[in-house]
T-cell receptor, first 111, second 112 residues
Framework: GEDVEQSLFLSVREGDSSVINCTYT??????LYWYKQEPGAGLQLLTY?????DMKQDQRLTVLLNKKDKHLSLRIADTQTGDSAIYFC???????????FGAGTRLFVKA | EAQVTQNPRYLITVTGKKLTVTCSQN?????MSWYRQDPGLGLRQIYY???????DKGDVPEGYKVSRKEKRNFPLILESPSPNQTSLYFC???????????FGEGSRLTVL
């Protein structure tokens, strides 16, 4: 079945760039997402990319999609302590609204 | 303001005592779903509903029931909770081509 994998932890220094990586198995994915979960809160959509795109940039966020390798990455430039959270990679296939999530990457930002 | 509201936010209960976690949305979305979040496993879908009176199993439906009698509400029912259902539960809704999910704030359930 479909699967999404990502590393569980990432630690960076404030001001550095963070890169969170994700791989997925569903070649029919139409949309790929990055959700952010802050402590004690639900998930919120951070950004998404349509499967026919290679890159999407939104202020400090850059999403790269390598469809051939089924690899998605999220780069956060100038990482701040407020970026400390869990980041979930997710994908949606062509059938319906089902979204498959990775296990989440906990980002620690050291001051 | 678009909202997905879950209650209760926190609950400690004992094995076998039936409980219901409510979920309500004000976005008039047809699709609603329940997820559980466990460390190292991410979010796994329990049940989903495409519309009123239309529900279907997700990936981990054992031990859960749902109902969808009204468009805005999608309660999650644990008829006889067991300790392995201790988890953080999220209700979510979506509509539209991008499939963006709108989540509630979560319900942390502990079954002793």
């Amino acid at each position: 079945g479909e699967d999404v994998e990502q590393s569980l932890f990432l630690s960076v220094r404030e001001g550095d760039s963070s890169v969170i990586n994700c791989t997925y198995t569903d070649s029919s994915s139409t949309y790929l997402y990055w959700y952010k979960q802050e402590p004690g809160a639900g998930l919120q959509l951070l950004t998404y990319i349509f499967s026919n795109m290679d890159m999407k940039q939104d202020q400090r966020l850059t999403v790269l999609l390598n469809k051939k390798d089924k690899h998605l990455s999220l780069r956060i430039a100038d990482t701040q302590t407020g970026d400390s959270a869990i980041y979930f990679c997710a994908e949606k296939g062509t059938g319906g609204f089902k979204t498959i999530f990775g296990a989440g990457t906990r980002l620690f930002v050291k001051a | 303001e678009a909202q997905v509201t879950q209650n209760p936010r926190y609950l400690i209960t004992v094995t076998g005592k039936k409980l219901t976690v409510t979920c309500s949305q004000n976005m008039n979305h047809e699709y609603m779903s329940w997820y559980r979040q466990d460390p190292g496993l991410g979010l796994r879908q329990i049940y989903y509903s495409m519309n009123v009176e239309v529900t279907d199993k997700g990936d981990v439906p054992e031990g859960y029931k749902v109902s969808r009698k009204e468009k805005r509400n999608f309660p999650l029912i644990l008829e006889s909770p067991s300790p392995n259902q201790t988890s953080l539960y999220f209700c979510a809704t979506t509509e539209g081509p991008t499939g963006e999910l709108f989540f509630g704030e979560g319900s942390r359930l502990t079954v002793l």
